[in-house]
C-alpha cells in the first residue's frame, strides 16, 4: 500500500515524499479506517484524502462548504488528470444530470458536494446506487455550533456512518481548539476514528499586534512592503470595508472592497479578479475568505479586533498557504474592545454563549497584550507547547519594554471611581490631564481631586493604560452606558497600594516601522538576482496559460515549482519530471512548452 501510495503521489501529484503524518494518514484511510486529521493550512490535508481515493474502489465523496473552493479544488484536480467533478448550484441541470450519470457509471475518482445538496434524498438515493470509496468531511470544525464557522447541515452528517457504516470516512480542519476537536468527534459519530493532530505552527507567517494610533496611516504604512502583492485586509464592518478599499485605491492598490451586503454578482465578480489576478488586496468582512485556496497570499491584515483566538488563526492562516514568508498583522485600540464586548451583551444569545463569547475575547485580549512570544501565546490556544521563542514574530524581533505603571493606574482607576464610573476613557484622560472641555465643566470634573494630576503622563500613553485594564478585568465595560468604565474586584488591592502594576509600554510607530521593514523570514526561499528574469519569463507563461483556460494561475503551477525550474533549469523532459510540484499529467500538457522557456533563458 506504501508504495502504490508513493507512486501515486509522484506520478500524479509530482511530489517527491509525503510531508509529516500525511503517510500515515493516507494508509490509514485507504485501508478502509476513520480518521480525524487536524493540520494547520498549508500542511496538505487535501492528499489525504485525494490520495487514498485513488487508492480505493469507488468515488470518493468530498464535503465542502463553499462553492468558490469546490469549484478550485477540481480544477487543480483536473490539471493533475484526476477524474474530479462537483455537484453545486452553479451547474445548469443539463450538466449536473451529466455528473450524476459518470458517477453512477464509476467515472469520477472525487466528486465535491455541499452539504445542503448532500442531505438531499434524491442525492441519498443517488448514492445507495454508486460506488463510493470513501467519505471525506472537509473544514470539520463547521459542526461547532460554538465555532466562528458553524453550518448546522454539518450536524446531519451523521447520516453517513448510520447509512453506509462501512465505508472510511475523513474529517479534517485547520482550526480546532480542544473543545472543538472534542464536539467535532462527538457530532460526526467519530470518537472511536484514529486522530492525528500536527503542529498548529505556520513558521512562515510573522505576527505583528500594534496599537492603533492613527489607523489607516498605519495601514498605509504597513502596506507600503507589500505593494503588487495578493493579500486580505479584514474590517469590523460592511461600511468600513468600502471606505478602506476607496481608500487604498486612491494611494494606488488595486484593492476591492467584499461583504454580504453588496450586489451577490458584484460580490463573485471581486472574488474571481482576487483569485485569478496577480496583486489585488481584497477588503473584507469575515464573510469572506474561508475554503479560498489562493497560495500566495503574502499578506492578512486586521484593521479591527476578532471575535477570538480561533477566528484570528483561521483568517490569519488564509497567507502564505505556499509556505513562503508572509505577513499577519493587526492593529487594534480600547474601542474596539469596548464594541466587541457591547455586541456580546447586547446580542440575542443565551447567557451560556455569551459566556463563552467572554472568555474567546478576553483569551484574544490576553495575546494582543502579551510581551510573550506571539507563537508561544497562539499555539497554546489550541493546546500545544512551543518550546522557544519563535523568533518570526515582533515580540521576539522587537521586545517590548514594561513600565513600573502602579501609580498611574491608581489615578486611572481613582478618576473612573470619583467620576462616577459613567464615562468613556476619552472623558476619564481629559480630566486626569486638565482639559479645558465643556463636558468637564458641565460636570464640575475640573473640581475633583483627580482633574490635571496627569499630566506627565500623554494621552497615548494613558489609552494604553486604560486599555490593558481593561484587557486584565481591573475595569470593565458598562455595555449598556455607552462604554462607560466601571471598577472591578481586581482594582481594590491596587487602589489601596497592596498590588503593583506592570504595564506593556506602547510605542506603536516605532514597533510598527521596525517589524514590517522587510517581509522576509529563514522560511522564505528568494530567487536570486541570476534566476531572476528566467522566473519572470516562467511566470509569464504561466499566466498566458492560465488565461487561456480561464482558471487562477496557481492551479496551474504554484511560484515555488517555477522558482525550482528556474534554479535547476531542466533541458529535457526527464530532467523537469524529478522538479517537486510537476506530475505527469502536467507534464505533458506543459512541460515542452517550460522546456523551450529554459532553453531561450540559456
Known amino acids: 500500500m506504501q508504495e502504490q501510495a508513493l507512486e501515486i503521489l509522484h506520478r500524479v501529484f509530482g511530489h517527491p515524499g509525503f510531508r509529516g503524518e500525511q503517510a500515515a494518514i493516507v494508509e490509514h484511510v485507504a485501508s478502509g479506517h476513520d480518521a480525524l486529521v487536524l493540520m494547520p493550512t498549508g500542511g496538505g490535508k487535501s492528499l489525504c484524502y485525494q490520495v487514498p481515493a485513488l487508492l480505493r474502489e469507488g468515488t470518493a465523496i468530498v464535503v465542502s462548504p463553499l462553492i468558490a473552493l469546490m469549484q478550485d479544488q477540481v480544477e487543480a484536480l483536473r490539471q493533475l488528470g484526476v ?27 472525487l466528486l465535491y458536494v455541499a452539504p445542503e445538496r448532500l442531505l438531499t434524498g434524491r442525492f441519498l438515493s443517488l ?28 450536524r446531519q452528517l451523521t447520516v453517513l456512518h448510520e447509512r453506509w457504516p462501512d465505508i472510511p470516512r475523513i474529517a479534517l480542519t485547520a482550526t480546532a481548539d480542544p473543545p472543538t476537536q472534542a464536539e467535532i468527534a462527538e457530532r460526526l459519530q467519530l470518537e472511536d476514528a484514529r486522530r492525528f493532530v500536527s503542529s498548529f505552527d505556520r513558521p512562515n507567517i510573522r505576527y505583528t499586534v500594534v496599537q492603533k494610533d492613527n489607523g489607516r496611516r498605519q495601514l498605509q504604512d504597513f502596506l507600503a512592503d507589500h505593494k503588487g502583492e495578493a493579500g486580505i485586509v479584514y474590517c469590523m464592518s460592511r461600511k468600513k470595508v468600502e471606505q478602506t478599499a476607496e481608500f487604498l485605491r486612491e494611494k494606488g492598490f488595486d484593492a476591492l472592497p467584499y461583504h454580504a451586503g453588496l450586489d451577490a454578482q458584484v ?146 482607576l481613582s478618576c473612573v471611581y470619583r467620576t462616577g464610573q459613567r464615562f468613556g476613557a476619552a472623558h476619564l484622560i481629559d480630566v486626569l490631564r486638565g482639559g479645558d472641555t465643556e463636558r468637564i465643566r458641565q460636570f464640575g470634573h475640573d473640581k475633583l481631586t483627580t482633574y490635571g494630576i496627569g499630566t ?14 481593561v484587557a486584565a478585568s481591573v475595569l470593565e465595560v458598562d455595555t449598556e452606558g455607552h462604554g462607560s468604565l466601571r471598577l472591578t474586584a481586581s482594582a481594590k488591592p491596587i487602589l489601596q497600594g497592596q498590588q503593583t502594576v506592570l504595564l506593556r509600554k506602547d510605542s506603536p510607530k516605532l514597533r510598527q516601522r521596525s517589524n514590517t521593514s522587510g517581509s522576509s523570514s529563514p522560511a522564505a526561499a528568494e530567487v536570486s538576482e541570476y534566476d531572476q528574469p528566467l522566473f519572470q519569463a516562467l511566470r509569464r507563461l504561466r ?60
Open 543 to 602: 499566466a498566458q496559460l492560465a488565461k487561456e483556460q480561464n482558471v487562477p494561475a496557481y492551479v496551474i503551477f504554484h511560484d515555488a515549482t517555477l522558482r525550482n525550474i528556474a534554479e535547476q533549469r531542466p533541458i529535457d523532459l526527464r530532467a523537469l519530471a524529478k522538479v517537486g510540484g510537476v506530475g505527469g499529467s502536467k507534464l505533458d500538457r506543459y512541460g515542452p512548452a517550460l522546456i523551450e522557456v529554459v532553453r531561450e533563458a540559456g
Open 267 to 412: 460580490r463573485a465578480d471581486n472574488q474571481r479578479r482576487f483569485l485569478r489576478e496577480d496583486g489585488i488586496v481584497m477588503c473584507a468582512t469575515i464573510a469572506f475568505g474561508m475554503g479560498i485556496d489562493k497560495p500566495d497570499v503574502r499578506f492578512v491584515a486586521h484593521t479591527d479586533l476578532p471575535k477570538s483566538l480561533e477566528g484570528y488563526y483561521q483568517e490569519t492562516g488564509r497567507a502564505g498557504r505556499d509556505g513562503e514568508a508572509a505577513q499577519a498583522w493587526l492593529a487594534y485600540g480600547l474601542g474596539d474592545v469596548v464594541l466587541l464586548k457591547q455586541m456580546i451583551e447586547q446580542g440575542e444569545a443565551a447567557e451560556e454563549r455569551k459566556r463563552l463569547e467572554r472568555r474567546k475575547l478576553d483569551q484574544l485580549l490576553g495575546y494582543c497584550e502579551s510581551m510573550q512570544c506571539r507563537r508561544q501565546v497562539l499555539l497554546a490556544g489550541f493546546g500545544e507547547t512551543y518550546p522557544k521563542p519563535c523568533g518570526n514574530c515582533d515580540n521576539c524581533l522587537t521586545p517590548a519594554a514594561s513600565w513600573d505603571a502602579t501609580d498611574a493606574a491608581r489615578k486611572a
Open 127 to 154: 448514492l445507495d446506487r454508486a460506488r463510493i470509496g470513501l467519505f471525506a468531511i472537509d473544514e470539520a470544525h463547521c459542526v461547532s455550533q460554538w465555532g466562528h464557522d458553524f453550518r448546522p447541515e454539518y
Open 456 to 469: 506627565d503622563v500623554d494621552a497615548a500613553a494613558w489609552r494604553g493604560v486604560f486599555r490593558q485594564l
Open 83 to 109: 477524474r474530479a467533478e462537483f455537484l453545486n448550484s452553479s451547474l445548469d441541470g443539463e450538466t449536473a444530470q451529466k455528473v450524476e450519470r459518470d458517477l453512477l457509471a464509476g467515472e469520477l475518482d
